[in-house]
């Protein structure tokens, strides 16, 4: 798929001589889709009324604020399930010794610096909203090195935005903002790549530095965003630059990105392993391999028929743990990366139930926007609730079926349209210029896919639906990519009967 990435695009005909703009005219343009992107966020997210619309703090924004030296200033002190999200922290000295390693974080902290002793998730809202119109129109000028109208193509991964789905976590003290951030960065990169040839060569470097940059801001605010950086490094790596030695740049940028990345990722995973390695072992178990394959799994994980018991339950919801029950602290606590180890090997033993687990994680992704997390600000005096939503967390059956089966959309659309674009990035060689179109739905609904895969093997089913999150702004992409090539291969076809 990658390798027709560099072709499709080196191969196709230049552009008329109507339709390449002016350099002088490349600038104001760059500029404008910037301002037009910050302005879409800013509406999406009603920056400007007194309500703006964010994300409700489900426990895991204190990982993030307490690096940043932010204090809830609520009756309680606290900021999680609070019925909306947390409009005012106080600024001071970190709260936690070890916050987590974030991209996030360092957006969060440079915010702080210039809200004086009192600060909003607002703050937030609008430095992504700016971040997300500068490299937009980096994306823009870069794309009109191939005229004016091919330009337009950077503006597909940014027409979800619309959707407060997506933008509203950029109000929120979560790492999923910047996650988004590097995405949406990577995808406008990518875009310019498509629409510009290996002689565009300042241009197309300006696009690679985004694609990989945005590769790597997604995955040092979470390591389970690593595919969007394997995307990246990918399509680095396949792409010319120049004409002569047109296959040095590409890789270059794509190795020296992977180096950068190697020292946060592994910072993260070594996090992860010392905080939540227990945490992770008992969702993979309890919510998916055992509910997906029945008692029997228990022995074969290491398990007496009794755990069977815990089955559909997560880690901090459900009934009690059963501390202090032998088999629940050896498998749990003391060795859960072997017991993690034993879910995995058993699923992959079991392709038909390693889908189905997919599939209930590429479903989650038609609920991403997230009703169970309030959108609204919340009142100063909303007691903080200890229960928060186990259902819609994934941790607690039959919930998490009923949540599924309770909604309106076709639980088969995130399935068929992977299906869809990975065809039709396999076919692209014989679609003409519906081909770059095909590519970058390919890229978008793979991505999309690796990042379910990694979600279920991470943690299971437990909050699937945040952290299908990501993935479904990329099936949303590669969507409008397929249409984008179904309209191109119509006027071809019709232009040919004329």
């Known amino acids: ?170 109000v929120s003290t979560y790492s999923e903002p910047a996650g988004l951030l590097g995405c949406v960065t990577t995808a406008v990169g990518v875009a310019a790549l498509l629409v510009t040839r290996r002689e565009h060569r ?25 595919p969007v950086l394997g995307a990246a490094i990918l399509v680095c790596a396949l792409v010319a630059v120049g004409v002569r030695r047109p296959r040095r740049v590409g890789p270059a940028i794509a190795v020296v990105t992977a180096l950068l990345a190697v020292a946060p990722v592994l910072a993260a995973l070594e996090r992860q392993a010392q905080f939540y390695a227990p945490v992770n072992a008992h969702n993979l178990v309890f919510t998916t391999t055992l509910l997906e394959m029945g008692p029997t799994a228990t022995s074969a994980l290491g398990l007496p028929p009794e755990a069977a018991a815990l089955t559909g339950n997560g880690y901090f919801n459900g009934p009690p743990r059963p501390d202090g029950v032998a088999w629940w602290e050896g498998a749990i606590l003391q060795r859960p990366s072997e017991t993690r180890n034993a879910a995995l090997l058993l699923l992959a033993e079991h392709p038909a139930t390693a889908a189905r687990a997919v599939g209930v994680g ?29 259902g819609w967390s994934g941790a607690r059956q039959p ?26 990035a396999a076919t692209a060689r014989w679609q003409g210029r519906a081909a770059r179109w095909s590519l970058a739905a390919g890229l978008a609904a793979g991505t999309a896919l690796a990042l379910i895969v ?25 969507g409008l990519c397929l249409a984008g090539a179904a309209v191109t291969a119509v006027v071809r076809r019709g232009r040919g009967r004329g």
């Open 1 to 170: 798929m990658a390798t027709g990435t560099a072709d499709a695009t080196d191969t196709l005909p230049p552009p008329g001589p109507t339709s390449a703009p002016r350099p002088s005219g490349r600038v104001p343009l760059g500029v404008g889709a910037g301002l037009a992107a910050t302005l879409l966020v800013v509406l999406a997210l009603r920056l400007f009324s007194g309500r703006p619309l964010g994300v409700e703090d489900n426990g895991d924004g204190y990982r993030l604020f307490c690096g940043a030296g932010l204090t809830p200033l609520t009756a309680d002190g606290y900021a999680s399930w609070r019925g909306g999200w947390t409009t005012d922290f106080a600024v001071g000295a970190p709260t936690c010794p070890d916050p987590v390693p974030s991209s996030a974080l360092v957006i969060a902290r440079a915010t702080t610096l210039v809200s004086g002793g009192t600060w909003s998730p607002t703050a937030l809202g609008w430095a992504y909203a700016v971040l997300v119109g500068l490299v937009v129109g980096l994306a823009a000028w870069a794309a009109s090195a191939g005229g004016r109208r091919r330009a337009l193509a950077v503006a597909v991964p940014v027409l979800p935005l619309a959707a407060a789905t997506f933008p509203r976590f950029f």
């Open 202 to 226: 300042a241009e197309r470097v300006v696009a690679l530095v985004l694609t990989a940059g945005g590769g790597l801001v997604a995955t040092t605010a979470k390591v389970a965003y690593i």
């Open 362 to 390: 590429l479903q989650a992704t038609t609920l991403a926007d997230l009703p169970y997390l309030d959108s609204l600000p919340a009142p100063f005096d909303a007691p903080s609730s200890p229960d928060g939503h186990p």
């Open 399 to 424: 919930d998490l079926a009923q949540v599924l089966d309770d909604t309106r959309r076709p639980p088969w659309l995130p399935s068929a349209l992977v299906l869809l674009a990975l065809v039709a």
């Open 454 to 478: 990694v979600a279920v093997a991470g943690d299971g089913y437990f909050e699937v639906f945040k952290h299908a999150w990501l993935a479904a702004y990329l099936l949303a992409v590669s």
